[in-house]
């Protein structure tokens, strides 16, 4: 159930709505990094961040997620890193990988 609202920067302005707590996460050390490009991270505080966390949201996206992002749409997957070199290298930018 999409009960979680957020607020991003996307390419073409400002996205807003709500999200099921699965399609959420938590890490605050990937909010200024390429994966806020691709996915939704929030912080509402500890209590609310525990109910979500039993809600279904995650620390961070697993490595299957990313790879479906990237087979999704593999071309705006290498605009968003820049260069090829990140594209190529993109397990080296998510944390626990």
């Known amino acids: 159930m999409p009960i979680v609202p957020y607020d991003t920067q996307t390419d ?3 996205s807003s709505g709500y999200l099921p707590p699965k399609q959420c996460y938590f890490s605050e050390e990937n909010k200024s990094g390429y994966l806020s490009k691709l996915f939704v ?5 500890v209590t609310a961040n525990s109910f979500l966390a ?3 949201a995650k620390r961070q ?3 299957d997620e990313i790879a479906q992002i990237l087979l999704e749409d593999p071309d705006r997957f290498y605009a968003m890193t ?6 190529l290298n ?8």
């Open 12 to 14: 073409g302005g400002q």
């Open 41 to 45: 991270f929030v912080d509402f505080g």
């Open 54 to 56: 039993v809600c279904g």
């Open 61 to 63: 996206p697993s490595v």
């Open 82 to 87: 820049g260069c090829h070199v990140k594209y």
């Open 90 to 97: 993109y397990p080296n930018w998510v944390s626990g990988v």
